[in-house]
C-alpha cells in the first residue's frame, strides 16, 4: 500500500524565518503536487513536479523532487503571516488511473 | 465555467438517507476525480472518470456509493442509505487529461449526516 508522510503535521515559525517541509513516499512515482488548503476552503495548486531533479519556486516557496530518494521538499523563505495555511503533498499513481495519494497535511502557522 | 463547480456547498441530511452531489468540471477537461475529505486528514481518492467510463472505482468504500458521468461533462456522486460516517467534505477536481496535467478542485460538498 502506498503511503505518504509529511513531516512536521503541525509548524509554528515566525516571521521572517526559514523552513522546510518534507514529504517522504513508498512507491515508485514520477509525479508530485503541493497544494495549499485554508480553513474551510478547497485546495489550491502550488506546484507541479514531473520528474526527477524538478526545482519550481513562486515567491517564497519552493519546491523540489528527488524520485530516487522518494523525497520532496517545500522550502519557505522569510516567511510572512500570510503563508498560514495546510499544505499537502499528493503522489501521483500512474497506469489507468492517475489518481492522487495524499499525504497527511502540514498545519503551518506563522506567527506575526 | 472558470472553475470546478459543487453543488450544494452544505448538504445535512438524516441517517438513512440518499443523497446527490453534484460536479461541474472545467470545460474541456476530459479527467474528473472525486475524493473524500474528513476532519484534519489529507484527501483521499473515490473514483476517477476519464470521458463518460470510471476508470477506476477502487476507491469507493462500499456498494452505497456510485458516481456517473453520462455525456463527458458534468458528474453526480450518489450515496444511498446515508451513514454518519459519510459525514465529510467531498471535493470533485478535473484535470485536461489526466496523467500529468495539474487537477483543480471544487471548493467541496460539506455533507452532515444526523
Known amino acids: 500500500e502506498l503511503k505518504v508522510e509529511q513531516n512536521p503535521l503541525f509548524l509554528s515559525m515566525q516571521e521572517g524565518k526559514n523552513y522546510t517541509i518534507y514529504c517522504n513516499y513508498s512507491?515508485?512515482?514520477?509525479?508530485l503536487y503541493w497544494y495549499r488548503q485554508d480553513p474551510g476552503k478547497s485546495l489550491e495548486s502550488l506546484f507541479v513536479?514531473?520528474?526527477?531533479?524538478a526545482v519550481k519556486q513562486e515567491g517564497r516557496l519552493m519546491a523540489s523532487l528527488d524520485t530516487k530518494a522518494r523525497l520532496s521538499t517545500l522550502h519557505i523563505t522569510a516567511a510572512v503571516h500570510d503563508l498560514s495555511a495546510t499544505y499537502f503533498c499528493?503522489?501521483?499513481?500512474?497506469?489507468?488511473?492517475?489518481?492522487?495519494?495524499f499525504g497527511t497535511g502540514t498545519l503551518l502557522a506563522v506567527q506575526p | 465555467g472558470a472553475g470546478v463547480s459543487q453543488t450544494p456547498s452544505n448538504k445535512v441530511t438524516e441517517k438513512g438517507k440518499y443523497v446527490e452531489l453534484r460536479c461541474d468540471p472545467i470545460?474541456?477537461?476530459?479527467?474528473l476525480y472525486w475524493y473524500r475529505q474528513s476532519l484534519g486528514q489529507g484527501p483521499e481518492f473515490l473514483i476517477y472518470?476519464?470521458?463518460?467510463?470510471?476508470?477506476?472505482d477502487s476507491g469507493l468504500p462500499n456498494d452505497r456509493f456510485f458516481a456517473v458521468r453520462p455525456e463527458g461533462s458534468v458528474s453526480t456522486l450518489k450515496i444511498q442509505r446515508t451513514e454518519r460516517g459519510d459525514s465529510a467534505v467531498y471535493l470533485c477536481?478535473?484535470?485536461?487529461?489526466?496523467?500529468?496535467?495539474?487537477?483543480?478542485f471544487g471548493q467541496g460538498t460539506r455533507l452532515t449526516v444526523v
Open positions: 477536481a478535473s484535470s485536461l487529461i489526466g496523467g500529468g496535467t495539474e487537477a483543480f
Open positions: 512507491t515508485t512515482s514520477d509525479r
Open positions: 513536479l514531473l520528474s526527477n531533479g
Open positions: 499528493a503522489v501521483e499513481i500512474g497506469g489507468a488511473t492517475n489518481k492522487l495519494i
Open positions: 470545460s474541456g477537461h476530459t479527467a
Open positions: 472518470f476519464q470521458g463518460t467510463g470510471a476508470a477506476d
